[in-house]
C-alpha cells in the first residue's frame, strides 16, 4: 500500500512564497514520476510540474520561472517551491505519484493567493 500526503499549503499575499512537500511512504522501490497538478475555482484540473527519476523537469507556461519542482529520493518526498504568486495561482495542489506502473494521489493541499 502507498499513501501520498501533500503539506504546506495555506494563505499568502500575492507576491509571496509557498513551498509544498509531497511525501510518499509504503511499498515503494522508486518512484518513476512525480508531478504536481492544481485544480482552482471553476477550472479544470491542469498539471503544474513534473519531475522524473533522472531529475528531469517540465513546467506549465503559467509558472515558469516562478515555481521548482525537486525531489529528495532518499526520503521517497517531493517539493514544489512557489515564488511571486499571484492569485490565478489559487487551488488545490494534488501530488501523483507513479511506482513501477501504479499511480498514486494524494488528497490535496489549498493554496489561496490574496490580492
Known amino acids: 500500500q502507498v499513501q501520498v500526503v501533500e503539506s504546506g499549503g495555506g494563505l499568502v499575499q500575492a507576491g509571496g512564497s509557498l513551498r509544498l512537500s509531497c511525501e510518499a511512504s509504503?511499498?515503494?522501490?522508486?518512484?518513476?514520476?512525480m508531478g504536481w497538478y492544481r485544480q482552482g475555482p471553476e477550472k479544470q484540473r491542469e498539471l503544474v510540474a513534473v519531475?522524473?527519476?533522472?531529475?528531469?523537469?517540465n513546467y506549465a507556461d503559467s509558472v515558469k520561472g516562478r515555481f521548482t519542482i525537486s525531489r529528495d529520493n532518499r526520503k521517497n518526498t517531493g517539493y514544489l517551491q512557489m515564488n511571486r504568486l499571484k492569485p490565478e495561482d489559487t487551488g488545490v495542489y494534488v501530488c501523483?505519484?507513479?511506482?513501477?506502473?501504479?499511480?498514486?494521489w494524494g488528497q490535496g493541499t489549498q493554496v489561496t493567493v490574496s490580492s
Open positions: 501523483c505519484i507513479i511506482v513501477t506502473s501504479e499511480q498514486y
Open positions: 509504503g511499498s515503494i522501490f522508486s518512484i518513476n514520476f
Open positions: 519531475i522524473t527519476s533522472a531529475g528531469s523537469t
